[in-house]
């Protein structure tokens, strides 16, 4: 094309060039990209990981149940 049409200003292209011409909010952002890259704990133990998950998870479940049936031996007693 001999003449194309300029790029449109929307809002994130206006938010993102005052990030960049602020140079603290242009820091900002590139530690939260360095963040966001960063590699995590069950990327590396993946095994120690979902070991500990499941661990968690049957105990929230274990908990959740034994307050349900606590609460509905308290209400069959009328005690509740």
């Known amino acids: 094309m001999r003449h194309p049409e300029p790029p ?5 292209r ?7 011409a602020v140079p ?21 133990h993946p095994v120690v990981a979902g070991i500990t998950s499941f661990v ?3 105990m929230v479940a274990t908990l959740l149940v034994g307050g349900t049936l606590y ?5 069959r007693d ?3």
Do not use: N, P, Y
Request: charged share 30%; aromatic share 6%.
């Open 8 to 12: 449109r200003r929307t809002l994130g």
């Open 14 to 20: 206006r938010l993102s060039g005052l990030v960049e």
């Open 24 to 44: 603290a909010l242009r820091q900002a952002r590139r530690s939260l990209w360095r963040w966001r890259d960063r590699s995590r704990f069950s990327e590396h």
């Open 56 to 58: 968690l998870v049957a």
């Open 71 to 75: 609460l509905l031996g308290r209400i």
């Open 78 to 80: 009328g005690t509740l």
